[in-house]
């Protein structure tokens, strides 16, 4: 049984930072893409960053360039989101994905990943 537990949120200030983690397990983590997308009240689901297997290739969406980061540890079978100068924008339930499939490009629509996590809670005030 594959599970993604998203781990790190919180509240902050406009300008400071979080890191948030997801612990994966049930499947070989290191085989596949990784992805965390965001979720605001009365909005879609967005794509925020994604990772390669083997942390090679990054994708970050224009909205948070320069300011996030995607790594992942397949050693501790975690990937995290490393997020600086956060702005109100940020704010919205922050979930961790996993392609179904092996050694595939991380994409950036959410029909790429089958396996989702609970998502983490992340509320940026100004």
């Known amino acids: 049984q594959v599970q993604l537990v998203e781990s790190g949120g919180g509240l902050v200030q406009t300008g400071e930072s979080l890191r948030l983690s997801c612990a994966a397990s049930?499947?070989?983590?290191?085989?596949?893409?990784m992805g965390w997308f965001r979720q605001a009240p009365g909005k879609e689901r967005e794509f925020v960053a994604g990772?390669?297997?083997?942390?090679?290739?990054?994708l970050l969406a224009d909205s948070v360039k320069g300011r996030f980061t995607i790594s992942r540890d397949n050693a501790k079978n975690t990937v995290y989101l490393q997020m600086d100068s956060l702005k109100p924008e940020d704010t919205a339930v922050y979930y961790c994905?996993?392609?179904?499939?092996?050694?595939?490009?991380?994409?950036?629509?959410?029909?790429?990943?089958?396996?989702w996590g609970q998502g983490t809670q992340v509320t940026v005030s100004s």
């Open positions: 990772i390669s297997s083997g942390g090679g290739t990054t």
């Open positions: 994905a996993a392609d179904q499939g092996f050694f595939r490009a991380p994409g950036r629509r959410w029909s790429d990943y089958g396996y």
């Open positions: 049930g499947r070989p983590f290191g085989r596949a893409a």
